[in-house]
């Protein structure tokens, strides 16, 4: 009975806060939500890596091995999308391949890990998130527009971000206190924003091919958390971290992945990346309770 009750307390309140944003985004359609994305992107994200990673408790190898973990379950849901875009004889493989690859670890998956394994499933997971940051702005816009420009990466504050944590932590440094209270209040501020942002998102994004978004989104939806439990066992990892890379594996797509392709990709291919959003994320409010429990149960 006490892992039903903690996996209510770890799920409610983000499925809940998602619930807020999909009522204010029925109840004002035109409601403007470029203010979070432009403060998500440019303060609270960098603020939240900058917290969850120097903050929490966890050390350089941690943070490097998580890292590296996640880049493997990333180039094993490569290996798995490339082939379901291919079956679903789908004519431009490579813009559509950022939803099966490109999980919501930033979105949905942070505030998961952070309720259900408290500041050190914070850390682990920001690591995570860390890597798919990164590939939003590289691989992912490389992937919508078909060009690579390193011009990106060195414009996006994260990646400082990134750099300046991996720094601390090498260097065992400690961060004055008024830093950390700071990225604190902007981190909580910044999960608050963005899955309210989700929730608005769901209402506004649709499903423009059913069938391919449900096989993309089952393929997304149930690989992942197998390539992530693999992923566990091929590297013997345990307790709550290996409870994070499952929980990280195991996202639905990110939304982040619709607003590149808007950027940079046709309209026919945003819609089959927003169809592949909305579908999988829907989903995952039936996977991720089925998810999380197991990682409660197994990996605490």
């Known amino acids: 009975m006490q892992i039903y ?7 409610f309140p983000v499925f809940f806060v998602i619930g807020i944003g999909y009522y204010l ?10 203010f979070i994305t432009n403060f998500a992107a440019n303060i609270g994200t960098p603020a939240m890596i900058i917290y969850a990673v120097t903050s929490t408790g966890i050390n350089f190898e941690t943070f490097k091995d ?10 094993a849901f490569a290996f798995v999308g490339i082939p379901t875009l291919y079956i679903l004889k789908t004519k431009d493989i490579i813009r559509e391949l950022p939803p099966l690859i490109m999980p919501n670890t930033g979105n949905m998956g942070v505030p ?7 500041t050190e499933g914070l850390g682990v997971s920001a690591s995570i998130t860390s890597i798919i940051i990164l590939f939003h702005f590289t691989v992912g816009v490389f992937l919508a527009d078909r060009k690579f420009n390193l011009y990106i990466i060195f414009k996006n504050p994260p990646f400082y971000a990134i750099l300046f944590s991996a720094i601390v932590l090498y260097y065992n440094l400690t961060l004055p ?20 942002s989700l929730g608005i998102a769901l209402v506004r994004l649709k499903v423009f091919s059913f069938g391919k978004a449900i096989i993309c989104s089952l393929s997304r939806m149930l690989l992942g958390p197998l390539i992530g439990f693999l992923l566990i066992l091929y590297f013997k990892l345990d307790g709550f971290a290996a409870g994070v890379l499952l929980i990280q594996c195991s996202m639905p797509s990110a939304v982040l992945n619709y607003l590149v392709a808007s950027m940079y990709s046709p309209k026919k291919i945003v819609d089959s990346v927003a169809s592949t959003i909305v ?11 089925i998810v999380v429990y197991f990682a409660l149960r197994y990996f605490s």
């Open 5 to 11: 009750i903690k996996l209510f307390e770890v799920l």
């Open 25 to 34: 985004g029925k109840k004002n359609p035109k409601i403007d939500t470029s």
């Open 66 to 75: 998580y890292f590296w973990y996640y880049l493997l379950a990333i180039t």
């Open 112 to 118: 998961i890990c952070l309720f259900a394994y408290g």
């Open 177 to 196: 206190t008024v830093i950390i209270n700071t990225t604190e209040w902007l981190m909580y501020a910044t999960i608050f924003l963005i899955l309210m």
């Open 279 to 289: 579908v999988s994320t829907l989903m995952s409010f039936v996977t991720i309770p």
